[in-house]
């Protein structure tokens, strides 16, 4: 069974760091792309990072750019996601996934909140 | 960037009765490949989202088959052919063609 538990999520404010974290079993982690969505408070679905196998690809949405750091350690099946400068329209529920041309499993998510 | 826009945003629906949804894309999704990645995913009350639907039409592991996709494009459709009360919830699209992928705003099924 696929599982991922992220972790990492707290309250924070402006300017502030996070660094979130997704374990991973149940799959052949080194072998798949993995993605962080996130959901502001009665928001839709937003896809923020995604990086390959390997972690030499990575992609970013735009307004995370040079803020947002995705990372991942295959020995540890680990996902990482740095976000530094972080703003109030940044708080949301973040998601890992298991990415296989979208993302095809889903943790549970981890809250971050940006406010003074 | 490819924008995705769903219709209706809100649907109420009766039990046993069927549900379309409908998502057009700003820009086609068939990629160099010749694959078209479109998917469907549900996120229930209080729940994390799933993938029901990936490549327009390919039902996702364990998703029931009274759940459809079908399209091409810049069209596409989710349709649901009897609702049951465990379908209310948010459905979204999502394209996967190419960088930034993007989801539809959301529409959201409930019971008459």
């Known amino acids: 069974e696929v599982q991922l538990v992220e972790s990492g999520g707290g309250s924070v404010p402006p300017g502030g760091s996070l660094r979130l974290s997704c374990g991973a079993s149940g799959f052949t982690f080194r072998n798949s792309w993995m993605t962080w969505v996130r959901q502001a408070p009665g928001r839709g679905l937003e896809l923020v990072s995604i990086i390959n196998q390997d972690g030499s690809d990575k992609y970013y949405v735009d307004s995370v750019r040079g803020r947002f750091t995705i990372s991942r350690d295959n020995a540890k099946n680990s996902l990482y996601l740095q976000m530094n400068s972080l703003r109030a329209e940044d708080t949301a529920v973040y998601y890992c996934?298991?990415?296989?041309?979208?993302?095809?499993?889903w943790g549970q998510g981890t809250l971050v909140t940006v406010s003074s | 960037d490819v924008v995705m826009t769903q219709s209706p945003l809100s649907l109420p629906v009766t039990l046993g009765q069927p549900a379309s949804i409908s998502c057009r894309s700003s820009q086609s999704l068939v990629h160099s490949d010749g694959n078209t990645y479109l998917n469907w995913f549900q996120q229930r009350p209080g729940q994390s989202p799933r993938r029901l639907i990936y490549k327009i039409s390919n039902r996702g592991s364990g998703v029931p088959d009274r759940f459809s996709g079908s399209g091409s494009g810049t069209d596409f459709t989710l349709r649901i052919s009897r609702v049951e009360a465990e379908d209310v919830g948010v459905y979204y699209c999502m394209q996967a063609t190419q960088w930034p992928r993007a989801f539809g705003q959301g529409t959201k099924v409930e019971i008459k």
């Open positions: 996934a298991k990415d296989s041309w979208g993302p095809e499993y």
